[in-house]
């Protein structure tokens, strides 16, 4: 049987130590919980599930990518107001204490999960994340190719449909959509464009061509060459 | 570079050591010439590419190109309901639906912590096998018509198809897109007499797969092309997260209905076949043997199958809004290790839907095992990694 995710922690902490290492928890039925790692040691960490004898993690099964937008929360904060009472027959003003609702912005980030199994030790999964610092220009994570190169196509997949950039990755290039596409569309904000299905073929300018032949031809022109 | 080339990527080596060859300057007057294989080429099942730059007939690289069938399936999935995306999973390895089905159910399950009945579990099972014999009969027909058989051992297994295809139609309604399963059961029970046409299916396999085996496996040519052709050397296999028949017949003990049990399989008697040589014979020799094995557990389930309900009445499946949470659900199927990773954030579309597709991640290593091999060995070792476009692009 595989350690539970504190065991692991424990024994990723003990071995690399500057590297910090959160349990991110999961409420549904099945409660599998997973390790998030902070992305500047992760190919020391991924080095080291896989090569430690006891969890021998040597199989990546799967990694995709999750997108988590901005979000604004509303909460409410304990504050404080002054207001206009009449006490004892007398106008006065005094601290009264209520809740004020705020809104605020969390910052979104992009988010890379790896579910690792052992073939060796034929036990799993442990699941591991990694998050980008935010959605827009700084979304690089480093590219965990060099230790399971199952991840090749998948995190090529992750940065065509994500726009995560892994560095260190040997070949990193769009899977699935064209070279030339711009946006990554399993973001939750993507649009796709309304005119997509328009493609500039060979074929409009003949359609061109022909049309101004017709319109000859209508005018009683006789025959137009070309 | 000797023939068996694969050492070009040892197990030791690591990316960034990768040898790119130099692309092919037009007019460099260099021996090595590109050539675009596909994506219209008869043996590719479909449209995929291959970027193979050649010195002379042999292989110096390869690369695959991808996304000529790509829908974004996952964006597809998160704009629809949980069941709206039942169907929707049959078009992925449309070769084996059941299969795809029974790998999203069991996501879901997880994630909603839903009991399936005893009946509906071992209907699972039995249309699971037979969807694996009759991807595998096909995939080895596939195979051997590559290699030049023009019709005749495809025909000889699509016999066989047929008659499990008319076995899905009667219960399912439909002959490859099943729709079948529901989350905590089966869409419809399966009649006495149903299970009886099964079991008569299931008599005449092992004569099948007996004709079958005798027809092709001391065949000399194919022997010659097969033997000792695309070798895959299990460390590299599992590094590079290979599943199915193409990691068992490389040697690597990995089947997952023996390590996660899943559904019932705890109850079988099977054995997990292996190769030894880790070539292209080797793949469609596991791929008969693994006929033979799922033949067993289909006469075990077909005899022990009890009586009972085929789905919770109680279980939801329309509109179901799960707790938030994620999950992700793993099958051994036909082709490999098929997943769904789900995330739910409480509504009624899931938030996250990712297929882990099998196809996809058994063509990493599609190059190291073509490298140093002729033009007509990739058509063969390619065909030996047995891919569903579907699957493959999404």
């Not at chain 1, 449909?161 to 290039?173: S, W, Y």
């Not at chain 2, 043996?43 to 002379?56: A, E, P, Q």
């Not at chain 2, 996952?74 to 089905?101: A, C, H, Q, V, W």
């Not at chain 2, 071992?122 to 080895?140: D, G, K, M, P, W």
Request: proline letters at 7%; one cysteine or more.
């Amino acid at each position: 049987m595989i350690k539970t995710v504190e065991e692991i922690k424990a024994a990723i902490e003990a071995i690399i130590p500057y590297a910090k290492v959160e349990i991110v928890p999961n409420p549904s039925p099945c409660g599998q919980r997973s390790l998030l790692i902070e992305p500047q040691f992760a190919v020391e960490v991924a080095e080291f599930l896989r090569s430690d004898e006891d969890l021998a993690l040597d199989f990546l099964s799967n990694a995709t990518g999750v997108d988590w937008p901005d979000k604004e929360v509303t909460e409410k904060v304990p504050s404080t107001r002054k207001v206009i009472k009449t006490v004892d027959g007398v106008e006065q003003e005094v601290e009264e204490s209520y809740e004020e609702t705020q809104k605020r912005i969390v910052p979104g980030y992009l988010e890379a999960v790896y579910h690792l199994f052992s073939m060796k030790k034929k036990h799993g999964p442990l699941v591991i994340r990694m998050r980008t610092a935010n959605r827009t220009d700084r979304v690089e994570l480093p590219s965990l190719t060099p230790v399971w190169r199952s991840a090749e196509f998948q995190e090529r997949e992750i940065f065509d449909l994500f726009g995560i950039v892994f560095t260190g990755h040997p070949d990193l290039r769009r899977l699935l959509m064209w070279d030339e596409f711009k946006d990554h569309p399993m973001r939750r904000d993507y649009v796709a464009p309304d005119d997509f299905e328009y493609e500039p073929t060979a074929h409009d300018e003949v359609l061109v061509r022909a049309k101004a032949h017709q319109a000859a031809f209508a005018g009683g022109e006789g025959t137009v060459a070309g | 570079m000797p023939y068996f080339a694969n050492e070009a990527f040892p197990a030791t080596k690591r990316p960034e050591g990768w040898s790119h060859p130099p692309q092919v300057e037009p007019g460099s007057g260099g021996d090595l010439l590109e050539v675009s294989m596909g994506p219209h080429h008869p043996s590719t099942h479909g449209v995929f590419r291959m970027d193979v730059v050649l010195d002379g007939e042999r292989v110096v690289r390869l690369k695959p190109v991808f996304g000529y069938l790509h829908r974004n399936h996952e964006k597809i999935g998160e704009s629809t309901s949980y069941l709206g995306m039942m169907p929707y999973t049959d078009r992925l390895d449309y070769f084996s639906s059941l299969s795809n089905n029974w790998a999203y159910a069991l996501a879901v399950e997880k994630l909603t912590g839903q009991e399936v009945p005893e009946r509906a579990e071992y209907l699972r099972v039995i249309l699971a096998e037979f969807t694996r014999i009759q991807n595998h009969a096909s995939a080895i027909g596939f195979l051997i018509q590559e290699m030049g058989a023009s019709g005749t051992p495809l025909m000889y297994a699509f016999r066989e198809r047929e008659k499990i295809l008319d076995l899905f139609e009667s219960l399912t309604g439909s002959r490859m897109m099943c729709n079948y399963m529901r989350f905590g059961g089966c869409r419809v029970d399966a009649s006495p007499a149903w299970l009886d046409q099964a079991r008569k299916v299931v008599a005449g396999l092992p004569g099948f797969i007996d004709e079958f085996q005798q027809l092709l496996a001391s065949n000399e040519i194919l022997m010659a092309r097969c033997q000792g052709v695309g070798i895959l050397r299990p460390e590299l296999a599992v590094n590079a997260g290979i599943t199915g028949p193409l990691l068992r017949a490389s040697g690597v003990d990995y089947d997952v209905r023996k390590v996660d049990h899943y559904g019932i399989y705890d109850r079988f008697k099977f054995r997990v076949p292996l190769g030894d040589h880790w070539d292209v014979y080797d793949r469609f020799m596991v791929r008969i043997l693994e006929m033979r094995e799922s033949t067993r557990i289909l006469e075990q389930a077909l005899k022990e199958i009890p009586t009972g309900p085929v789905i919770d009445p109680k279980a939801k499946n329309r509109g179901i809004r799960p707790k938030p949470g994620e999950a992700y659900g793993r099958i051994e199927g036909p082709k490999g290790e098929l997943g769904f990773y789900l995330i739910s954030d409480g509504g009624l579309t899931p938030y996250r839907y990712r297929v882990r597709p099998p196809s996809l991640i058994n063509l990493t290593e599609l190059e190291d095992m073509c490298l140093g091999h002729d033009v007509a060995d990739v058509v063969l070792i390619f065909g030996s990694v047995d891919i569903v476009l579907g699957e493959v692009d999404r």
